[in-house]
């Protein structure tokens, strides 16, 4: 079966930095382009950054421009989110999700999902 796995959020002052891996299982990796989005208590799921299948075209919201940085790791079935500078903002439930084919930026251009790492910034 399919699975995407999150791990790496946690507990973290405000200004420091955290790396999510994200590992799939059950696609052909290098065929899909791999979402990261959030969630914050009382708002909609919504993109922080994707990447396509050979890592060569990215998508970045402008509120995570300049602070974190997406990178996979096809040999590894895995991708990374890393997060410097953090704010309280940045306070949610990060998932990765996998789409066949292009990045999308939406929500329902996704397919598969993995169950989500809490990221907490505290000041």
């Known amino acids: 079966q399919v699975q995407l796995v999150e791990s790496g959020g946690g507990l973290v002052q405000a200004g420091s930095s955290l790396r999510l891996s994200c590992v799939a299982s059950?696609?052909?990796?290098?065929?899909?382009?791999i979402g990261w989005f959030r969630q914050a208590p009382e708002k909609e799921r919504e993109l922080v950054v994707a990447?396509?299948?050979?890592?060569?075209?990215?998508s970045y919201p402008e509120p995570v421009k300049g602070r974190f940085t997406i990178s996979r790791d096809n040999a590894k079935n895995t991708v990374y989110l890393q997060m410097n500078s953090l704010k309280i903002e940045d306070t949610a439930v990060y998932y990765c999700?996998?789409?066949?084919?292009?990045?999308?930026?939406?929500?329902?251009?996704?397919?598969?999902w993995g169950q989500g790492t809490q990221v907490t910034v505290s000041s």
């Open positions: 999700a996998a789409r066949y084919g292009n990045v999308g930026t939406r929500r329902q251009d996704y397919s598969y």
């Open positions: 990447i396509s299948g050979s890592g060569d075209s990215t």
């Open positions: 059950g696609i052909p990796f290098r065929q899909f382009s």
